[in-house]
């Protein structure tokens, strides 16, 4: 079994900061995808990174994926509130069929 | 947003009853998932399809079964509840595969006494 170890696994800041959230493992993913999740409703997709080396920025949230393939980053600048949320990071194997193997998430919390 | 329906929302039951939890989805998409999640774990998938008919276990099967007869809908059945299967159960439908979004559904919350 494929494990994804992310860390922080908490983190509470103030709105204005800057953070950063990891995703590594000891295997080879082909993709590697991040979701956000907020209480009560399912995760929500916010980027695939598929190249090693490949950088993806979306507003405020940077995603890198490792050289190698097998670690990922998330760097959020000028955290807001509405940044709150549990952030997962899923990687594909690239199986026969496509599944994904989730991380246990980084619950952030941005404070006003 | 995908067309992703999961019933019942909340359920309570109790230790060694059947129960039965459904994922309809509209986007005709071929494969599709069931999670739970709980605190400290993450989401750890059950069991998954990609075809009717066609199924495979994910990382925790044990005590659950899955049936899709049609495209749409994936049921997922605890044959004899236990405590231990408490838990945020989350359907995923997803198309082609690699790069492609795994959408979730509003997921369902299972209390067993």
């Known amino acids: 079994t494929q494990l994804l170890e992310q860390s922080p696994q908490f983190l509470s800041i103030q709105e204005g900061e800057n953070l950063t959230v990891y995703c590594n493992s000891s295997s080879v993913f082909s993709s590697l995808q991040w979701y956000r999740q907020e209480p009560g409703e399912g995760p929500v997709l916010l980027v695939t990174?598929?190249?090693?080396?490949e950088v993806k920025k979306l507003k405020r949230l940077t995603f890198q994926f490792g050289d190698a393939r097998k670690d990922s980053s998330l760097h959020i600048t000028a955290a807001q509130p509405g940044d709150t949320g549990l952030y997962l990071c899923?990687?594909?194997?690239?199986?026969?069929?496509?599944?994904?193997?989730f991380g246990k998430g980084t619950l952030l919390t941005v404070n006003p | 947003d995908a067309g992703i329906t999961q019933s019942p929302r909340h359920k309570v039951t109790e230790t060694g009853t059947p129960v039965t939890l459904r994922c309809h989805q509209t986007?005709?998409?071929?494969?599709m998932y069931w999670y739970r999640q709980d605190p400290g774990h993450g989401l750890r998938l059950i069991h998954y399809?990609?075809?009717?008919?066609?199924?495979d276990k994910g990382e925790v099967s044990d005590g659950y079964s899955v049936s899709r007869s049609k495209t749409e809908d994936f049921l997922l059945t605890l044959e004899s509840a236990t405590s231990s299967q408490t838990s945020v159960y989350f359907c995923?439908?997803?198309?082609?595969?690699?790069?492609?979004?795994?959408?979730f559904g509003p997921g369902t919350r299972l209390t067993v006494l």
């Open positions: 990174v598929v190249t090693g080396g």
């Open positions: 899923a990687g594909d194997s690239g199986g026969s069929n496509y599944k994904l193997t």
């Open positions: 399809s990609y075809g009717v008919k066609d199924t």
């Open positions: 986007e005709n998409h071929r494969y």
């Open positions: 995923a439908i997803s198309d082609h595969r690699s790069t492609d979004t795994q959408y």
